[in-house]
């Protein structure tokens, strides 16, 4: 009995560590998907800023102006 649990818990390390190296992934690829991502994010951020400026400005000067009455 505790000869074929030891089997069966090695092989189920062993199923479990060659599915774990299989599935290490693209390194490269993450990479670069991380890098596009950050990319556009300061093309959209950069498009937007001064919209959303304008709006924050404008949601500030509303709000100073309810306390001044």
Same mark, same amino acid.
């Given at each position: 009995?505790?000869?074929? =649990?030891? %089997? =069966?818990? %090695? ?19 993450? /990479? ?10 300061? /093309? ?10 304008? /709006? ?14």
């Amino acid at each position: 009995m505790k000869t074929q =649990l030891i %089997n =069966l818990l %090695n092989q189920i390390r062993t199923i479990i560590g060659g599915r774990i190296r299989a599935e290490r992934g693209d390194v490269p690829g993450w /990479v670069l998907i991380t890098l596009m991502t950050a990319g556009l994010v300061i /093309v959209i951020w950069a498009l937007a800023a001064p919209a959303l400026s304008g /709006v924050f400005e404008q949601a500030i000067s509303r709000v100073t102006g309810f306390q001044g009455r």
